[in-house]
Each structure stands twice: as structure tokens, then as C-alpha cells.
């Protein structure tokens, strides 16, 4: 059996992952503490439970499974809460991967898909964001995850380690099949929220900001669904097999949408009235970001197949209404 450790594989993009993972004929090993993962949500293959931070574990479970890849998502993802307590972010994101990046060698296990964000850039020039723009990020969130492909670039160099960082813009939707979903707590992101409001479960959703430089003064982003997102590991890890990949990749639609669109669209696809109350700016929100996703179209051969807002809220209303 062709065994794939994910680590986070009980979370939100790693669980889809672990289903893209079977569906393509390999054996998702989860490595999650379930401290955000659900063990709901490993249903493709074992659910190892440890710490990124437990060095003698990881080492425990990769000379178990032996596998032949790592794809790493094991990372606190909230970039408020990063602000507030960064020792959390480095310790977590920053020394986890370097203590898993040890294990890895340790275990001979040469292959890295690594977990990356648009976050790494930070507040862009430039829209739509190519890989080649600068990153500086504005966050201790982001600011982990670009330390790491820093670190990944220096480990290829010396020791040979293959890798690549995916930078996702902003992941929305659920399994089409209605197996997998987003489920954080405390949820943070616009959609979930934007639902929860619809199915009657919170009174309103608060717009961060109406005056951005914006069609209708509301942040845009890149939603891209969580079935693509996992798509793309798939074929990053085995592009890592054969020809040579770039460092990193944008995993973005390319198309925007605004919160206020956001929310337009959500009442269309629910059916119902999603109450709103306009709030100040979120610190650290960039007015757009927007991905070019075409080296990850033209290299690792990615289609995107949910690219329509509506079908991605669609995903996420059927899964959140059932929960
Ligand atoms: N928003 C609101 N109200 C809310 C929640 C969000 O107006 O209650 C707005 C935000 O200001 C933003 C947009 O909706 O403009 C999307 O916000 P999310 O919190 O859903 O997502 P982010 O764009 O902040 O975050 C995502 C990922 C992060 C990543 C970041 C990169 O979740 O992990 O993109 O910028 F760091």
C-alpha cells in the first residue's frame, strides 16, 4: 500500500485531501492531536493521534507507515489570534515543521507538499498575485508559513528535499458528497458565518469594512473550493515523483467576489434573508486579493471544477444546513 502521511488530516482541507488521497489510490495516514480535527472527518485510512511538536511520536508513525510522501497541514490558521499570541504560531507552524522535517530525515522520507497562503504576501501591489510577486507578510500567521518555504528551499539545497509549498487563497465549500465539511470553532471565516445566519443559528454576519477600494467598497477575495484545493495536492505530490516543480504555486479561481456578493449569494442559493450590520475594518485585511493561478493550471495540471461562487456556497449550505 502506497502510504500518505497527512499531518492535520482530521481538519478542514486535510480531511478532503485524505478523500482525494483513496480516491486516487493511495492510504491517507492522519496525524492529527485533535485539538481543531474532528475524528468524524478521517474516514479514508488510520487516524494516528500526536502532536506536530512530538518528535518521538512523528518517528514512531513514519517508521510504522513508511510512507512515501508527507503532505503537511498541522498549522494554527488564525491570523487574529496570531497577532495576539505569536510564541503560539512560531512554536506551532514554525518548530512543528522543523521537528517534522527532522523526523522526515531521520526516516529517509524525501517528499514535502507543504501547506502554504496568500498570507505569505501579505498587502500586494499587484492584482491578480503572481508566484514571483513579493511576500511580506503583515501577520505572524502568514510570517510562519513563509518562514517554512524558506526553509523548505534551504532543506532541497542541502539534503535534498523535495518539495512544494501550495499557496491557497481563500478555501471555502464542502465535499459535494456531503461527507466532509468546514466545521471550526470559533469560526472566523465569512462563509460559515454568512450560514449559520441563514439557518438561523447566529442573528447577523458583521461586515468588516464598506470603504475599500472595491466595486462596492467590501474586500474581495479568491474563493476556490475545498475539493479543488485537495486536487491539487494529489497532483503536486506526484509531480514531485517526476518532473521538476517550481518552489511554490497559487491555488486561487482568479475571480473575486466581494463580501457583500458574498452575502447576495448566499440568499439566492438558500432561499432566505441573511442579515447584515456593517463593522470597521478587520487590521490586516487587504482591500483584494486575487490569485493568477495559471502556473499551477499549466504545470501541475490542475483544473479547478467548483469555480462558480454559487456552487461553492451550494457545498457549504448543503453540508452546514445537515449539521
Ligand atoms: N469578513 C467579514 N465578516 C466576518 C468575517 C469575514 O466581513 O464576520 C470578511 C473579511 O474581512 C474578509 C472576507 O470576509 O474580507 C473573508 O474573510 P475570512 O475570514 O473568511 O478569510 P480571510 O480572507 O481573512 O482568511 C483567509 C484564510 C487565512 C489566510 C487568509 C489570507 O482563512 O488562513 O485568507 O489573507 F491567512
Given at each position: 500500500?502506497?502510504n500518505?502521511l ?5 481538519g478542514?482541507?486535510?480531511s478532503?485531501a485524505?478523500?482525494a ?11 492529527d492531536?485533535?485539538a481543531?480535527?474532528?475524528e468524524w472527518a478521517?474516514?479514508?485510512?488510520p487516524l494516528?493521534?500526536?502532536d506536530i511538536?512530538?518528535a518521538?511520536r512523528l518517528?514512531e ?6 510512507p ?12 487574529g489570534?496570531s497577532?495576539?499570541?505569536?510564541a503560539k504560531?512560531?512554536r506551532?507552524?514554525?518548530a512543528?515543521t ?6 522526515m ?7 514535502i507538499?507543504?501547506s ?6 501579505g ?8 508566484e ?8 505572524p ?7 517554512i ?12 528535499l523535495?518539495?512544494v509549498?501550495?499557496r ?6 464542502a465535499?459535494?458528497?456531503g461527507?466532509l465539511?468546514e466545521?471550526h470553532?470559533?469560526?472566523t471565516?465569512?462563509?460559515p ?8 443559528a447566529r442573528p447577523?454576519?458583521?461586515?468588516f ?7 462596492d ?6 474563493y476556490?473550493?475545498v475539493?479543488d484545493?485537495a486536487?491539487?495536492h ?9 518532473h521538476?516543480?517550481?518552489?511554490a504555486?497559487n491555488?486561487g479561481t ?6 457583500a456578493?458574498?452575502i447576495?449569494c448566499?440568499e439566492?442559493?438558500t ?5 447584515a450590520t456593517?463593522g470597521p475594518r ?9 490569485a493568477d ?13 467548483r469555480t ?10 448543503r453540508?452546514r444546513?445537515?449539521?
Open positions: 500500500m502506497n500518505v497527512v499531518t492535520g488530516g482530521a478542514y482541507i486535510g478532503h485524505c478523500k488521497l483513496a480516491r486516487a489510490g493511495y492510504r491517507p495516514v492522519s496525524y492531536n485533535l481543531y480535527g474532528h478521517v474516514k479514508w485510512g494516528e493521534k500526536g511538536l512530538d518521538a518517528g508513525v513514519l517508521a510504522a507507515y513508511k512515501s510522501a508527507v503532505i503537511h497541514f498541522a498549522a494554527f490558521i488564525d491570523v489570534e497577532v495576539r499570541d505569536p504560531y512560531y506551532n507552524n514554525l512543528g522543523l521537528g517534522l522535517l527532522d523526523a530525515r531521520r526516516h529517509g522520507v524525501e517528499k507538499v507543504f502554504s497562503t496568500c498570507a505569505t504576501y498587502i500586494p501591489d499587484i492584482v491578480p498575485i503572481a514571483s510577486a513579493p511576500q511580506h507578510p503583515i501577520n500567521y502568514g510570517a510562519s508559513k513563509w518562514m518555504e524558506r526553509v523548505l528551499a534551504d532543506y532541497g539545497h542541502a539534503y535534498g523535495r518539495s509549498a501550495l491557497y487563497f481563500n478555501a471555502a465549500g465535499d459535494p458528497d461527507e465539511g466545521d470553532d470559533p469560526e471565516h465569512l462563509i458565518l454568512v450560514l449559520d445566519v441563514a439557518k438561523g447577523n454576519v458583521t461586515i469594512g464598506e470603504d475599500y477600494a472595491t466595486q467598497g467590501t474586500c474581495v477575495r479568491d476556490v473550493h475539493s484545493l486536487d491539487a494529489i497532483l503536486a505530490m506526484q509531480g514531485l515523483e517526476g521538476e516543480l517550481r518552489s504555486y491555488l482568479g475571480e473575486g467576489h466581494s463580501v456578493q458574498v447576495a448566499a439566492r442559493v432561499g432566505r434573508k441573511i442579515a456593517r478587520r487590521p490586516g485585511d487587504p482591500a483584494t486579493l486575487l493561478p495559471s502556473l499551477a493550471k499549466s504545470e501541475l495540471h490542475w483544473t479547478p471544477r462558480a461562487i454559487s456552487d461553492i456556497i451550494e457545498t457549504a449550505w453540508w444546513r445537515g449539521r
